[in-house]
Every structure is written in C-alpha cells, then in structure tokens.
C-alpha cells in the first residue's frame, strides 16, 4: 500500500501529542514571535504571513514562522499562493490549560507598561 502524495508545499507540523512545554516557551520567549502570537490572538481568523511588518528582514521573518510552526504554536497552510497562519489554540489549551492566555495576558499588560 502506498502512501498518500505530499505536496511540497506542505508543510510539517507536529500532531498535538508531540507538542513539548520548552519548545512553546522558547518559541515564545522571542519578542518578534510573541508579536505574531498576539496578532494571531487577536484576528478573527487566519493572517497571511504578508500581514506582518515586522522590523527584520525577511528570511528572519521566515525563521520566526518556522520556530512557532515546529513548536506547535501556530499552523501554516497554503491558500493559494498566500500562507496562512493561525494559533493552535485548540491544542495548546489541551495539552497547557490556561497558558497561552496567560502569556498572552501577561504580554499586552507588558506592552501597555512600557509603552510597547
């Protein structure tokens, strides 16, 4: 039996059960990757990493969607010739209850303390 074709635009994620506590918090201990987390947090849906204007340059943009997409914080998917990102909340809630909320908390009081 063969194995379904891979497009190569696919991309690898890991399944929620491989999701591990210190890959979330280095994914998010970046405050270039904590921007996109709370931009992600706060749409209504998925945003195209062209959404994004970030102060770097973009292969280092392309790093820091890497580092939340191999950690398990956000997905990324194709649609059409944009890649969409979003939160996986879902399984992050399941596996850490209550931790990407109080990050995301933690943050935004962070920001409105130093003017951020």
């Known amino acids: 039996m063969s194995s379904p074709a891979v497009s190569s635009r696919d991309l690898p994620h890991p399944a929620s059960g491989e999701i591990r506590l210190e890959d979330v918090l280095h994914a998010l201990s970046d405050p270039m990757r904590l921007r996109i987390v709370r931009e992600l947090a706060g749409a209504q849906g998925e945003l195209s990493c062209s959404h994004f204007d ?3 340059t973009k292969s ?3 790093h820091h ?3 939340l997409r191999e950690s398990g914080v956000i997905r990324q998917v194709y649609r059409g010739t944009a890649k969409m990102n979003g939160l996986r909340w879902g399984d992050l809630d ?4 209550g931790l990407l909320e109080a990050l995301l908390h933690a943050a935004a009081r962070q920001a409105d303390r130093l003017g951020g």
């Open 60 to 62: 280092t943009t392309t």
């Open 54 to 56: 970030l102060p770097v």
């Open 65 to 67: 969607f890497r580092v």
């Open 94 to 97: 399941e596996l850490f209850p």
